[in-house]
């Protein structure tokens, strides 16, 4: 009696007199209303434990990012006071071994490549 594409109502004539409106109730809304399964309490605090580890190692990992971004400008600050102690200029470097090369510096142009 029904088409399923229209939502209307489906009116029946039972008297002559009497007409009573009748309602298909789509079977989605009568699931929304059946309880939802839940996790046991076991799962559930494994679950809230691997949220709390990966909060902890994401604040770890911020923190190292930190404390690397620190360690970096210390190290410019000491190569920056050691320019300075020997008077050099852009122009010259300090190599690996703390020898001091006058003229060797490596162009910026060249390092960003």
């Known amino acids: 009696m029904k088409d399923k594409r229209n939502s209307q109502p ?3 004539a039972v008297d002559s007199n ?3 409106p009748t309602f298909d109730v789509p079977s989605t ?7 939802l399964p839940k996790l046991s309490d076991l799962d559930k605090m494994a679950l809230d434990l691997a ?3 990966r909060k902890t190692v994401l604040a770890e ?3 190292s990012i930190a ?3 620190s360690a970096e400008l210390a ?10 102690k020997y008077n050099l200029s852009s122009s010259d470097a ?3 071994n703390g020898e001091i090369i006058i003229g060797g510096a490596v162009e910026q142009s060249a390092q960003t490549k």
């Open 10 to 12: 489906v009116v029946q």
């Open 18 to 20: 009497l007409v009573q």
């Open 29 to 35: 809304l009568v699931e929304a209303n059946a309880p």
């Open 51 to 53: 949220k709390e580890k």
């Open 75 to 84: 190290f410019k600050y000491v190569v920056l006071q050691l320019y300075f």
């Open 94 to 96: 300090i190599n690996e």
């Open 67 to 69: 404390l690397n971004d």
């Open 61 to 63: 990992a911020k923190t």
